[in-house]
């Protein structure tokens, strides 16, 4: 049987990780600055995470939520501290479409409204209502054409208000920094006016921190530094180290109601052993301090390049901005220096996502191949 075929593939098999590097079936060694988009926060192989697995899948790797989980709780109480929230429940599924479904579907029992208002570059997933939340028409079918969505610019206030007056939204979705979309962030000012608008006229206030949460920007959730308590925010990319697993932390004013949600593998036993262990190494490790430190660092060794024109995003969710396309950089830093990085919607963009605890030398090992392909360009 042949695979549907709808993605564009490197001829290339990675068969092991460790630390920062994965290794192909010929061996060869490849500083894995991607991270499968985000999702690899704690590195490849990290022996804490793969014993933590390894002891709960030879007791029990799976029941479904019609039994108690103690693991669930225990996942719960260790985000809020680690994340250093307080005043949410937490609702576990299994990606960040579904996280971003579900956070969608609870806006609109919450308010008995059925418009939700997104923003120009946003990608919050693939699945019906999520993708009709995103900006990009091409991966849109029909069907997902017929939700009530409407798309606006980041920072124009005047526009929020004026449809949120019309007293249909049941939700303002954003990506505090936005990552397909080439990492743009809007103002401090704007995240605060669009969280009392949204307080002003009943709507719920939704944070995607789906590829921006977890550590990824120096903060636990991208959307601290901005100092706003969103009613919603979904969860997902780096939560679980490659482990399929997402929720939504939902504010505790919002009630739940039997069956309202639903999951068959969501918060699975196995799930919450790589969630708790994902959360015991960035406390443990200070990883944290270690993105915003790498950060200061990536500008400083950015600066050296006049090539490189600015950095975009926080932490360790990161753009190189250059001032023509990179898909040609990417592909000659990926089959001749064997460094994965990623690409958005933004074509003169390279983007950074590594693992969390990634160190010094392996910036200066990117950047010394970016200086070879871009002084033969």
Known sequence: ?????????????????????????????????????????????????????????????????????????????????VAGIKDYSLFLCNSGAEANENALKVASFQTG???????????????SGVVAVTDNENIK???????????????????????????????????VIQGVGGLDEASTEFYQETAELCKK????????????????????????????????????????????????LIDKTIEAKSGMLGTTFGGNHLACAAGI??????????????ASELFEYVKEKAAENPQIKKIKGRGLMIGLEFDFEIAQIRKELLFKHQIFTGASANKKL???????????EHFDELFKALKIVLDLK
């Open 201 to 248: 006229y009943h709507s719920v206030l939704i944070a995607d921190e789906v590829q921006s949460g977890y550590g990824r920007t120096g903060d636990f959730f991208a959307f601290q530094k901005h100092e706003i308590q969103p009613d919603i925010i979904s969860i997902a990319k780096g939560m679980g180290n490659g482990f399929p697993i997402g929720g939504i």
């Open 277 to 290: 262990s994902v959360l015991d190494i960035i406390e443990k490790e200070n990883l944290l301090k270690n």
């Open 350 to 360: 390279l983007r950074i996502l590594p693992p969390l605890n990634i160190k010094k």
């Open 141 to 175: 079918a029909p069907f997902n054409q017929n939700h009530k969505a409407t798309k606006l610019a980041f920072e124009d206030i005047e526009a929020l208000e004026n449809e949120l007056k019309k007293g249909d939204v049941a939700a303002v979705i954003f990506e």
């Open 113 to 127: 409204k059925d418009r939700v208002i997104y923003f120009e570059n946003a990608f919050h997933g693939r699945t």
């Open 1 to 81: 049987m042949d695979l549907f075929d709808v993605y564009p593939l490197y001829d290339i098999t990675p068969i092991k990780g460790d630390g920062a590097y994965v290794f192909d079936k010929e061996d060869r060694k490849y500083l894995d600055l991607y991270g499968g988009h985000a999702v690899i926060s704690i590195g490849h192989s990290h022996p804490a995470y793969l014993n933590a697995i390894s002891k709960q899948v030879s007791k029990l790797g799976f029941y479904s939520n019609s039994v108690k989980n103690p693991l669930q709780n225990k996942l719960a109480d260790k985000l809020e501290k």
